[in-house]
């Protein structure tokens, strides 16, 4: 492997940790799915990857600014919004389950993957912006160098998503009512607060 694309995914992979790690609603849905799914992780990245590899070779293809457009980032701020507000309030619902009942999302980790990546319109604004610059560098490189930074950014949420999911799921039989309901409460605020915050700042 050349030294400088060996460095280039070195560079793309930090990157992409800052993105992956920085708390959001996909992280706050790891945590929910991690209680009752050991490998919930993987399959939340597996629903990331269904949009974001896609929009990869779109905006090398060369729309970029189809997704960094006001319109975009309006309807899908609103209708991501109204989803991410959605599934918060029913996980607030679910609070007087018992531990072997824990609060749950309405959909499987896979589809959950897919409608918050899609719900988030800073996530099209992120590769529309910093993503465009790394694709481009990639390119330089031929498809394969495109085709592997993919694979080496995916593996940043894969790694991620697996090590919250699974850190959950083997710390739950020391969680408490009170625990259980303090980490799911904070993650349906979460997830309702970043609703209201996509449906306002399209606007603002």
């Known amino acids: 492997m050349d030294s400088s694309f060996g460095l280039f995914l070195l560079y793309a992979a930090g990157i992409s940790l800052t993105g992956v790690m920085m708390p959001g609603p ?17 399959f939340i990245a597996l629903g ?10 779109l905006i090398y293809f060369g729309f970029a600014q189809f997704f960094a457009s006001p ?39 896979l589809v959950t993957g897919i409608v918050l990546t899609g719900a988030n319109p800073y996530f099209f604004l ?27 950014h995916w593996s940043c949420d894969l790694v991620w998503e697996q090590c919250v999911s699974m850190s959950v799921f083997r710390t739950k039989h020391l969680w408490t009512k009170t625990v259980q309901q303090i980490v799911f409460g904070m993650c349906a605020l979460a997830l309702v607060g970043f609703g ?8 603002v």
């Not at 992120?126 to 080496?152: E, P, R």
């Open 196 to 203: 209201v915050y996509f449906c306002v700042s399209v606007f």
């Open 26 to 42: 996909l992280t706050a849905a790891t945590i929910t799915k991690g209680y009752r799914e050991q490998n919930a992780g993987i």
């Open 71 to 109: 319109e975009v980032k309006m309807v899908v701020g609103v209708a991501g919004g109204l989803m991410l507000i959605f599934m918060g309030f029913m996980l607030l619902r679910s609070f007087r389950k018992d531990l072997t009942e824990a609060a749950d999302l309405p959909s499987n980790s």
């Open 126 to 152: 992120w590769w529309a912006t910093i993503g465009i610059a790394l694709i481009v560098a990639a390119a330089q490189f031929g498809i394969w160098g495109l085709i592997i930074f993919a694979v080496v």
């Open 48 to 57: 990331h990857a269904v949009i974001e590899i896609p929009l990869i070779a």
